[in-house]
């Protein structure tokens, strides 16, 4: 098995910034592709982003391109989200994800290990 959990949400004004970190344990994080998704209230959850096992593959939503920018540490088994010009859209739990596949996917069934969440509200 292979924890993950989530840091850094919180409340943010529009146009602000915010970088999630998402922390794995019990796998050889370096083996996998790791996404970013998030679920707003009353929503499906949708794919953000996502970086292969090396960091040299990256994919992203069009609702986040040019906004978001998603990074690894594999020294630290850490995977991070940074959120720019955030808009009230943005609001959601972020959740993070593990895929064993190196090679990075955008749809939630391919991924192994899921984090808990953490909340990111976008005031206006």
């Known amino acids: 098995q292979m924890q993950l959990v989530e840091s850094g949400g919180g409340l943010v004004q529009a146009g602000g910034s915010l970088r999630l970190a998402c922390t794995a344990s019990?796998?050889?994080?370096?083996?996998?592709?790791m996404g970013w998704f998030r679920q707003a209230t009353g929503k499906e959850r949708e794919f953000v982003g996502t970086?292969?096992?090396?960091?040299?593959?990256?994919y992203y939503a069009d609702s986040v391109q040019g906004r978001f920018t998603i990074s690894r540490d594999n020294a630290k088994n850490t995977v991070y989200l940074r959120m720019s010009s955030l808009k009230p859209e943005d609001t959601a739990v972020y959740y993070c994800?593990?895929?064993?596949?190196?090679?990075?996917?955008?749809?939630?069934?391919?991924?192994?290990?899921w984090g808990r969440g953490t909340q990111v509200t976008v005031s206006s």
């Open positions: 994800a593990a895929d064993r596949n190196p090679i990075p996917g955008r749809r939630q069934i391919e991924y192994d290990y």
């Open positions: 019990g796998r050889t994080f370096s083996n996998y592709a």
């Open positions: 970086i292969n096992s090396s960091g040299s593959i990256l």
